[in-house]
Structures are given as C-alpha cells and as structure tokens.
C-alpha cells in the first residue's frame, strides 16, 4: 500500500519561501497523479497544485504564480515550492496520491492514499 509522508513545513515570515516535501513509500511505479491540498483553521480543505505521472501539471488560482509542484521520481517524492508567503496560506499541507486519474485533478474522492499533514504558519 502506498504511503505518504509530507515534510518541509514550519514558520516563515510573510514573503518568505518554502519547499515542502511528500514521500512516497510502497508501490514500486511513479505513474500516478499527486495532488498538494491545504486546509486553513475553519475553512474546508482545497487543491493547490496537482502533477500527472506524465509530468503534466494544475494549479487552482490560490497557487498560480506563487507555487510550483514538481517531482522526483528517482526519490519517490513529490515537491510544492512555495513564494511570497502570505499569512492567508496559513495551513496544514497534505498531499496525496490518485491512481485513477492519469490527469492533474483536485477532486478528492479521485485521491486513494493521504498523508498526514504538514503545518505551514505565515506569521511576522
């Protein structure tokens, strides 16, 4: 079964940048779509950037511009850089993994395994 494992997040000033890690463990083929999602205190969980085992890549308008995802496969690890960090990105981080979708997509119930989370704060 596959696992993912985020890391990377922590506290940053406003403007700052942040590269924020998922690792995946536990299926031995990279042909599978991955998603960066977020969910701010009170707010329900959005998609962020999403990249297909193709390589090809979606960002929803939150992450345009500011985000970049992108992946290793040699290192089974998916990456979500971020710049400019505003105060409103404040969030845990999850990625996840969709076997069924050989496109980017930010349809969750498309997403088969989940990380746990990591914590972004943007705080001066």
């Known amino acids: 079964q596959l696992q993912l494992v985020e890391s990377g997040g922590g506290l940053v000033q406003p403007g700052g940048s942040l590269r924020l890690s998922c690792a995946a463990s536990?299926?031995?083929?990279?042909?599978?779509?991955t998603g960066w999602f977020r969910q701010a205190p009170g707010k329900e969980r959005e998609g962020v950037a999403s990249?297909?085992?193709?390589?090809?890549?979606a960002y929803a308008d939150v992450g345009k511009g500011r985000f970049t995802i992108s992946r290793d496969n040699a290192k089974n690890t998916v990456y979500l850089q971020i710049n400019s960090l505003k105060p409103e990105d404040t969030a845990v981080y999850y990625c996840?993994?969709?076997?069924?979708?050989?496109?980017?997509?930010?349809?969750?119930?498309?997403?088969?395994?989940w990380g746990q989370g990591t914590q972004v704060t943007v705080s001066s």
């Open positions: 996840a993994a969709s076997f069924r979708s050989v496109y980017p997509t930010f349809f969750e119930h498309e997403y088969d395994s």
């Open positions: 990249i297909s085992g193709s390589g090809g890549r």
């Open positions: 536990g299926f031995t083929s990279n042909y599978y779509t």
